[in-house]
């Protein structure tokens, strides 16, 4: 599985922007997909995650109410909607595919099997 994350740059506060996650190879319903960030020198933050065939989406407390994760199974690319974007959101944003696993942490990286290359957000005050 390959993943392509798109859709950074910078915003002011209060903005919005849209991110996402292209997947190819050998995708399958049979993933789920999370959302991290990492901002300069601080360890990877556990943003979202979803399960690619549908169901419960999860959102760290940082973000909830202001992102949301959503998916387009036919272009097999997930999506990250970020309002309301506030400066200390600035952080490289990366997507993950993890095989489901019954009891899996999804907020832990290391759960995660697939990273894409992650993209930029930077929202200035």
């Known amino acids: 599985v390959q993943l392509q994350a798109s859709g950074g740059g910078l915003v002011q506060a209060g903005g919005s922007l849209r991110l996402s996650c292209a997947a190819s190879g050998r995708t399958s319903s049979r993933y789920g997909m999370g959302w991290f960030r990492q901002a300069p020198g601080k360890e990877r933050e556990f943003v979202g995650y979803?399960?690619?065939?549908?169901?419960?989406?999860y959102y760290a407390d940082s973000v909830k109410g202001r992102f949301t994760i959503s998916r387009d199974n036919v272009k097999n690319t997930g999506y990250l909607q970020m309002n309301t974007l506030k400066p200390e959101d600035t952080a490289v944003y990366y997507c993950?595919?993890?095989?489901?696993?019954?009891?899996?942490?999804?907020?832990?990286?290391?759960?995660?099997?697939?990273w894409g290359q992650g993209t930029l957000v930077t929202v200035s005050s």
């Open positions: 993950a595919a993890a095989r489901l696993r019954f009891g899996a942490n999804v907020a832990k990286p290391s759960e995660y099997d697939y």
């Open positions: 979803t399960v690619w065939s549908g169901g419960s989406t």
